[in-house]
């Protein structure tokens, strides 16, 4: 089973805001080891965490539990459970159009430019935290050229060109994208969201 935690928050004036955003997807995760599987760190103990061959982190003294982090403009996020996943959260915001050959494959172009205005902008970053999710669960980062595979977003579903691929996306608060991806079937529960 995976459970998704994520919380919003503000930014205190002077605060940094990448080490906050750090600092809250930290907490998500003590707040997921304690309330699924006992484990409690205290709030001022580090985790310990180890780095996977391209850096996706583990926990060094439990490597059964497996977990995931993101973090976007006020957002944290963090996954938990007992498979391997990958989580990623956006902000829906302005991009620039150059990044699209770079990120969606050419069914996702189609898709997406058959769209306008907003409907595009919430596409792109629907694709954009799929992918993100996607190389987050398999451990590569982004050593993978994110155009070699898709995914479709349809009215029964999003599909993925990989099989076997689970897949859970949210819209949180009309303003973020949250996508969860996993290559193990498991049940995903939304512990706590917004």
Same mark, same amino acid.
């Given at each position: !089973?995976?459970?998704?935690?994520?919380?919003?928050?503000?930014?205190?004036?002077?605060?940094?805001?990448?080490? #906050?955003? %750090?600092?809250?997807?930290?907490?998500? +995760?003590?707040?997921?080891?304690?309330?699924?599987?006992?484990?409690?760190?205290?709030?001022?103990?580090?985790?310990?965490?180890?780095?996977?061959? %391209?850096?996706?982190?583990?926990?060094?003294?439990?490597?059964?539990?497996? %977990?995931?982090?993101? %973090? #976007?403009?006020?957002?944290?996020?963090?996954?938990?459970?007992?498979?391997?996943?990958?989580?990623?959260?956006?902000?829906?915001?302005?991009?620039?159009?150059?990044?699209?050959?770079?990120? !969606?494959?050419?069914?996702?172009?189609?898709?997406?430019?058959?769209?306008?205005?907003?409907?595009?902008?919430?596409?792109?970053?629907?694709?954009?935290?799929?992918?993100?999710?996607?190389?987050?669960?398999?451990?590569?980062?982004?050593?993978?050229?994110?155009?070699?595979?898709?995914?479709? +977003?349809?009215?029964?579903?999003?599909?993925?060109?990989?099989?076997?691929?689970?897949?859970?996306?949210?819209?949180?608060?009309?303003?973020?994208?949250?996508?969860?991806?996993?290559?193990?079937?498991?049940?995903?529960?939304?512990?706590?969201? +917004?």
């Amino acid at each position: !089973m995976i459970k998704i935690y994520a919380e919003d928050f503000n930014l205190a004036e002077g605060e940094n805001k990448r080490e #906050t955003e %750090h600092l809250k997807g930290e907490l998500l +995760l003590r707040k997921g080891l304690k309330n699924s599987y006992g484990i409690d760190y205290g709030e001022c103990n580090p985790i310990p965490i180890i780095k996977g061959v %391209h850096g996706k982190p583990q926990l060094k003294e439990y490597p059964h539990i497996f %977990h995931n982090i993101s %973090h #976007t403009a006020g957002l944290a996020a963090c996954a938990i459970g007992d498979v391997p996943m990958g989580i990623d959260v956006e902000e829906i915001r302005p991009f620039s159009e150059n990044i699209i050959r770079k990120v !969606m494959s050419e069914q996702e172009k189609e898709q997406f430019y058959k769209l306008k205005g907003e409907e595009q902008t919430a596409f792109f970053f629907k694709i954009w935290t799929l992918k993100e999710s996607y190389v987050k669960a398999g451990g590569w980062g982004i050593t993978i050229p994110l155009t070699e595979f898709s995914f479709e +977003l349809g009215p029964d579903g999003i599909t993925c060109s990989v099989p076997e691929v689970e897949i859970v996306q949210y819209c949180l608060k009309e303003r973020f994208i949250l996508s969860l991806c996993t290559f193990k079937k498991t049940e995903i529960c939304v512990d706590e969201i +917004l």
